[in-house]
Structure formats: structure tokens, C-alpha cells
């Protein structure tokens, strides 16, 4: 049973909009959410994260939304660039020192 | 710092033969993950250590696969036998907070 959820497995998004890539999860311990960004034969790498008693977070150009009540979070990326091409993997945490749960990934396509 | 090392970067391997996959975690992280990336199942868990002591192994799929830490600064995970469905990438990572720090993985093909 996958507790982390990315349902869209791909998005295509043209250079300068925004893209948003989503998350559902179901356990309702999870209190610490993380992004990940991964580029091909590269490991994932951090990109930003919440904590659950904040509803937003901001870095630059990316932008993290959470809502406990659905228990759903979403990545924005304004305005997106080619070099956003890469797979983004949602993760969760039922507190800041757990291990962490990824989803599948969605992989994130922007054409100049 | 070089961040976390993996090797080998590629294996490629027969049915049956054993498989050794090496890991460097970043000096003074305290906490060591082994994940396994595959299409159906995205990134798995299979163990973690916590200052050299394995803290949960629930992941490890079989018993063919063991996972060890020596010491701070090196990891091991085997498999044997290997098995054509094993064929994944592996990824290491270390952490000292909630920030997980991936190594580049390793690609394995068992034929």
C-alpha cells in the first residue's frame, strides 16, 4: 500500500509557466514533507521541504503548498526552465529525524 | 566535501553470482540509508543505520540480500545469489538531519 502518492507519472510544461506537480499521502502521522529532484545517472537531491504546521513555503522559484485536511501537497515551479527537466520525487516523515517515504516520481518536461 | 560515494557505478552480473555494492557516507552524517529505485516500485527503503547499527532491515525483500557498516565511514550491501528481478539501481544516502544527501547510485543488471 503506497502511503505516498504521485499520480501523474509525467507533465509537460512550456518554458515560463508555472509547473505543478502534486502529492497525496495517507498516513496521517506524516508531518515532515520533502522534495527531491533527480536528473538521469545523478542520485535525488534536496529541493525544499515543510513541516506541518506550516501551509507554505517558499524557495526562489519553488514554492511548496500543503493541506493537511487533504492531506495533500503540491510543488510549484514559476516561472519553469528547461534545466527543471528531471524526475521530482515527493518523500514524508512522520518527524524530521524518521526515515523517510518517497512516492514514484513524476518526471517534469519543459520545452524552450 | 565529495559527498556521498557509491561503487561500483555499474555492475553487470549473471544469475547466481554475487554482488557486492560499496558506500561512503558523508564524514560525520550519523544515519546511513540503502534505497533501491525501480520503475514499478519507485525508491525503496530497504535498511538504515544509525551510528553503525542497523536500525530497521524491514525492507530488505529477501534473505539473499545483507547489509552491512563496519564503521562510520563504510557500507556494504550483498546480494547472494543474485537474481534477474534484482536488476534495479541502488542508491546510498547519509543524513545527520531530515535532509537525506544521495550518492550516484549503482545500476545493476543481473543477465
Known amino acids: 500500500d503506497q502511503q505516498v502518492k504521485q499520480n501523474s507519472p509525467s507533465l509537460s510544461v512550456q518554458e515560463g509557466r508555472i509547473s505543478i506537480l502534486n502529492c497525496d499521502y495517507t498516513n496521517s502521522m506524516f508531518d515532515y514533507f520533502l522534495w527531491y529532484k533527480k536528473y538521469p545517472a545523478e542520485g535525488p537531491t534536496f529541493l525544499i521541504s515543510i513541516s506541518s504546521i506550516k501551509d507554505k513555503n517558499e524557495d526562489g522559484r519553488f514554492t511548496v503548498f500543503l493541506n493537511k485536511s487533504a492531506k495533500h501537497l503540491s510543488l510549484h515551479i514559476v516561472p519553469s526552465q528547461p534545466g527543471d527537466s528531471a524526475v521530482y520525487f515527493c518523500a514524508a516523515s512522520p518527524s524530521g529525524y524518521s526515515t523517510l517515504t518517497f512516492g514514484k516520481g513524476t518526471m517534469l518536461l519543459v520545452s524552450p | 566535501d565529495a559527498g556521498v560515494i557509491q561503487s561500483p557505478r555499474h555492475e553487470v552480473t549473471e544469475m547466481g553470482q554475487e554482488v557486492t555494492l560499496r558506500c561512503k557516507p558523508i564524514?560525520?552524517?550519523?544515519?546511513l540509508f540503502w534505497y533501491r529505485q525501480t520503475m514499478m516500485r519507485g525508491l525503496e527503503l530497504l535498511i538504515y543505520?544509525?551510528?553503525?547499527?542497523?536500525?530497521?532491515d524491514s525492507g530488505m525483500p529477501e534473505d539473499r540480500f545483507s547489509a552491512k557498516m563496519p564503521n562510520a565511514s563504510f557500507s556494504t550491501l550483498k546480494i547472494q545469489p543474485s537474481e534477474p528481478r534484482d536488476s534495479a539501481v541502488y542508491f546510498c544516502?547519509?543524513?545527520?538531519?531530515?535532509?537525506?544527501?544521495f550518492g550516484s547510485g549503482t545500476q545493476l543488471s543481473v543477465l
Open positions: 564524514s560525520g552524517h550519523d544515519y
Open positions: 543505520f544509525n551510528n553503525n547499527v542497523p536500525i530497521d
Open positions: 544516502a547519509s543524513s545527520l538531519r531530515e535532509k537525506l544527501f
